[in-house]
């Protein structure tokens, strides 16, 4: 297959681009543009595009997935990151090997991308956008980055830090609108989510399903601190962990809030009351999957 490949190789454990280019091509396959997540990437698919080739972690395979959507070239992922939520919902964390063996096979499978509208503009994302929780911890990590290598421990960082960032959170009014339905609280975390996991593998909507044209929209309030401290505190300590959080299916989503919010990795700022709309736009983007039994 000719392969456009969109890497990044700060991902991760840092894979470098001359041992992808190398595995891509002794699997017969031939990469015809190459792009690092920093370039600008508009022109990433041409007339000798047969393939979208994103290998980095959840970053790099959401930004390719923004641009390929609504367009007939498929994706396919190898997971080089540190979480690979996206990867985990596709079934696809086979070793890079398995899985650059596997594309002139692999079945096909349509994923939803959200678009989210706020006064920056619009949105696209892959994993999910909300507030409280999530934001406030992705906030800290960029202030205070972590100093480990290996990507266990950047797991194990990062879920320490969501721990201690929940245990000083206050709750934050916001209202939310789910298909015509409001609903008004104080959250402690309120996530529209197109995957089941956000950040280093927090399952927090296990129904969640990228391919089915919904979110599942997962909210916490104070009575919900408990549980969620304990799922962390399993995940910190190896333990099995689960968690359950209330959860609605929903295909627009409205919030007013004060808060700033996350869209996949990035922060949002918002000013004083001001109002997100989300939709979604069903199976958008054709990724490859491998099947990895």
């Known amino acids: ?136 911890t992705i906030t800290s990590i960029h202030a205070r980055p972590f100093i480990a290598d290996d990507v266990p421990s950047k797991l194990a960082q990062a879920r320490l830090r969501y721990c201690q960032m929940l245990s000083r959170l206050e709750p934050r009014r916001s209202m939310l609108t789910i298909d015509g339905e409001s609903i008004t609280g104080d959250f402690l975390l309120a996530e529209i989510l197109n995957i089941q996991s956000v950040g280093p593998n927090l399952v927090l909507s296990g129904e969640a399903d990228p391919s089915d044209g919904y979110f599942s929209v997962v909210t916490a309030t104070e009575d919900q601190r408990e549980a969620l401290t304990r799922y962390l505190g399993d995940l910190i300590d190896g333990r099995e962990a689960s968690l359950s959080l209330p959860t609605m299916r929903a295909r627009e989503i409205e919030i007013e809030t004060i808060e700033d919010v996350h869209v996949d990795d990035e922060i949002v700022r918002f000013p004083m009351s001001a109002t997100m709309s989300v939709r979604i736009e069903a199976a958008a983007v054709e990724f490859l999957v491998c099947a990895t039994e």
Do not use: Y
């Open 1 to 136: 297959m000719r392969i456009s490949l969109f890497h990044n190789q700060r991902a991760g454990d840092n894979t470098s681009l001359s041992w992808i280019r190398e595995l891509i091509e002794t699997s017969g396959h031939e990469i015809v543009r190459v792009f690092d997540r920093e370039a600008a990437f508009g022109e990433l698919i041409d007339e000798r595009t047969e393939l979208v080739v994103a290998a980095g972690g959840d970053g790099t395979a959401a930004a390719a997935a923004r641009l390929l959507a609504g367009k007939p070239v498929p994706l396919a992922l190898l997971p080089l990151g540190t979480a690979n939520n996206i990867a985990k919902a596709l079934h696809s964390e086979a070793p890079s090997e398995q899985l650059v063996a596997c594309w002139e096979k692999a079945d096909r499978r349509r994923l939803d991308v959200g678009v989210a509208r706020g006064p920056w503009g619009e949105s696209r994302f892959l994993e999910g956008v909300g507030l409280g929780l999530v934001p406030a």
